[in-house]
């Protein structure tokens, strides 16, 4: 697989079958990647993956957690608070394509929040990374952290395995750090799901659209 066709393979899957994945491979491609571009060479990515008995341990943690209604403070804005449009626009139609795909109706509430906590089962991956920074980096070591996600994401379906970047690990920040035993100065940035795709979960069939060139492009000569 080239460049061009794993960036058209690439896509955030939400359905993982139970086939466990070697963590060995997850440390090879997660080597590789960190060849991605870095700000004077700081890679400032930290990342813990979790597996097995410590995948199953997260999972009933955060069943009981949603179940008891337990929040907490975010680490940081996931989208900003006053998203306005083209951004917004593009936000709620590809959640509404989502739910179109899995049947739930804008007015069954419970029905989608039911939905948006299988977030935090990994959508039954049977392994996750988790990707922190130390909390005095910046804006551009922030783009670093995505280049070297990018970077694995990429690799991992050269390797025959899927991916789901997940922000909303953000929500429950403590929790996370709590369960890894990360230190108090790293930040939370994002889970991620990894695993082998079930082609069967109606979700997988979503594929969403990205903006035509010259929208957001503008060329000088």
């Known amino acids: 697989m080239n460049v061009s066709e794993a960036m058209l393979a690439r896509r955030s899957v939400r359905g993982f079958r139970a086939t466990p994945v070697d963590p060995g491979q997850i440390g090879d491609l997660l080597a590789e990647a960190a060849r991605a ?3 004077g060479n700081l890679q400032p990515w930290h990342v813990d993956v979790v597996t097995g008995e410590a995948m199953a341990r997260l999972k009933a943690l955060m069943m009981d957690k949603l179940a008891a209604g337990v929040s907490e403070t975010p680490a940081y804005d996931i989208y900003p608070p006053k998203l306005t449009a083209p951004y917004r626009d593009r936000r709620f139609a590809v959640g509404e394509a989502m739910y179109a795909h899995i049947g739930i109706p804008r007015e069954d509430k419970a029905a989608r929040r039911a939905w948006f906590a299988r977030n935090f089962q990994f959508f039954g991956a049977p392994a996750a990374l988790f990707c922190t920074v130390d909390r005095q980096m910046g804006p551009p070591q922030w ?15 050269d390797a025959g395995l899927a991916t789901c970047p997940q922000e909303c690990w953000a929500m429950y920040p403590e929790t996370v750090r709590g369960f890894l035993g990360t230190p108090a100065e790293r930040m939370l940035f994002c889970g991620m799901a990894i695993g082998f795709e079930d082609a069967a979960e109606p ?13 957001w492009a503008q060329f000088h000569e």
């Not at 995505?146 to 690799?155: A, C, K, P, V, Y």
């Not at 979700?203 to 929208?215: F, V």
Request: proline share 6%.
């Open 143 to 157: 783009s670093d952290l995505g280049m070297f996600l990018q970077s694995f994401m990429l690799l991992a379906v």
């Open 37 to 39: 571009p870095s700000g």
């Open 203 to 215: 979700a997988n069939q979503l594929r969403t659209d990205r903006a035509p060139l010259e929208q």
